[in-house]
């Protein structure tokens, strides 16, 4: 089983390069269009391969989550520890905070922003709700039916949920704490994150039921993508 503080520094890393990427392309896309729809592709086409580039090569790691809620929906699985799901969720932020200032240091932008970018209402949090409930399904379905096939089935459905929902799915909490930290291309207001925060947990909870019972007895592997797992 690999140490606590080296699945920590995974998933500080993975989270921040998920928020480089997404920052970044973001800046990348504003600077050299202004088509908006144009500049979303963009966006969502970097988020995506990360993705699938992070969670292959950092998963046998840390388990390549990433994101709080998706540590929170293992913990009350009792595959991973709540001790280690805290631990997860505190480097979780720190590292996509970290991956905001980057991006900005990589355009020669100030290093710390605070987004003035307005996200709320009613259809932007139950988008948010249907992202983390749409990423949790995913990702509890792969692991029991096609554990390989889960960096590229996270990677697809974030592609997809970018354009789907009115939030563009963030579909974390990690993620959208760091993106308060920008103003640009993907930024949140940063009074705009509770709203965001909480239907991403509601949205978690909710597929972590469903998903319970709706595979249970069914076929498969059910290896889950977890380091505290000692088979």
């Not at 699945?7 to 990427?21: C, D, F, I, P, Q």
């Amino acid at each position: 089983m690999i140490d606590l503080p080296r699945r920590l520094v995974a998933e500080a890393l993975g989270t921040g390069l998920l928020v480089a990427a997404v920052v970044g392309s973001g800046i990348m896309a504003e600077t050299l269009t202004t088509d908006v729809a144009l500049a979303l592709l963009a966006n969502t086409i970097a988020t995506g391969a990360v993705l699938v580039v992070l969670i292959t090569t950092l998963g046998p790691i840390s388990g390549a989550h990433f994101n709080p809620v998706v540590s929170l929906v293992f913990a009350l699985r009792r595959e991973l520890p709540g001790h280690a799901a805290g631990l997860y969720a505190m480097v979780q932020i720190i590292g996509g905070v970290l991956g905001a200032v980057a991006a900005h240091a990589m355009f020669a932008l100030p290093l710390l922003q605070a987004s003035t970018t307005i996200r709320t209402g009613g259809a932007q949090w139950f988008s948010e709700g249907v992202a983390a409930f749409g990423l949790v399904a995913t990702i509890l379905a792969g692991l029991r039916f096609e554990r390989r096939a889960v960096p590229m089935l996270v990677g697809l459905y974030i592609t997809a949920a970018y354009w789907f929902t009115a939030s563009t799915s963030f579909a974390n909490p990690a993620v959208a704490i760091a993106r308060a930290f920008t103003d640009t291309f993907s930024g949140i207001r940063p009074l705009d994150l509770p709203g965001f925060i909480l239907a991403q947990i509601a949205g978690a909870l909710v597929a972590l039921a469903l998903m319970t019972w709706l595979l249970a007895g069914s076929t498969g592997d059910d290896l889950p993508l977890n380091p505290e797992d000692p088979s």
